[in-house]
């Protein structure tokens, strides 16, 4: 069962499916957002509502079949984890990098370096701040 409609009442139908890529249609033609099922945390459905037509064409439509690929949290609302990936360049070698965060500066190359670094100057400061003690 991958894909569902039936009726709910008065001529507004149900749609279910399991498949992400239907979800654009089924917005396109009108229908609102009604449920979220995830088992585990994953979005595994949606399910939609609206004029029965509608609802009937949108179940007709052709698309490739693609799990979703989000998360829910323990509301049944589902929520974004990582935002698009941010185009930068490497703070130290200047790669192409493509940031899942904002805060990230580093390529996978220079990352574990420029975090030695990191501890390398922040210990130092606090050498000679705390642990100066000779007199
Ligand atoms: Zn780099």
Redesign the pocket.
């Given at each position: 069962m991958v894909t569902q409609c039936w009726e709910l009442a008065g001529g507004t139908w149900a749609l279910y499916t399991e498949n992400a890529n239907l979800e654009a249609a089924a917005l396109q033609a009108g229908l609102r957002p009604m449920a979220v099922y995830s088992k585990h945390g994953r979005v595994k459905a949606k399910q939609f509502c609206g004029e029965a037509e509608a609802v009937k064409a949108v179940a007709k439509v052709q698309v490739p079949f693609a799990p979703f690929n989000s998360y829910a949290n323990e509301f049944g609302e589902e929520v974004k984890l990582a935002g698009p990936k941010v185009k930068k360049a490497?703070a130290?070698?200047?790669?192409a990098?493509e940031a899942s965060t904002n805060r990230q500066e580093?390529?996978d190359?220079?990352r574990a370096r420029a975090r030695k670094q990191a501890v390398r100057e922040r210990v130092a400061r606090y050498r000679q701040r705390c642990r100066d003690v000779t007199l």
């Amino acid at each position: 069962m991958v894909t569902q409609c039936w009726e709910l009442a008065g001529g507004t139908w149900a749609l279910y499916t399991e498949n992400a890529n239907l979800e654009a249609a089924a917005l396109q033609a009108g229908l609102r957002p009604m449920a979220v099922y995830s088992k585990h945390g994953r979005v595994k459905a949606k399910q939609f509502c609206g004029e029965a037509e509608a609802v009937k064409a949108v179940a007709k439509v052709q698309v490739p079949f693609a799990p979703f690929n989000s998360y829910a949290n323990e509301f049944g609302e589902e929520v974004k984890l990582a935002g698009p990936k941010v185009k930068k360049a490497c703070a130290a070698c200047g790669r192409a990098l493509e940031a899942s965060t904002n805060r990230q500066e580093y390529c996978d190359r220079c990352r574990a370096r420029a975090r030695k670094q990191a501890v390398r100057e922040r210990v130092a400061r606090y050498r000679q701040r705390c642990r100066d003690v000779t007199l």
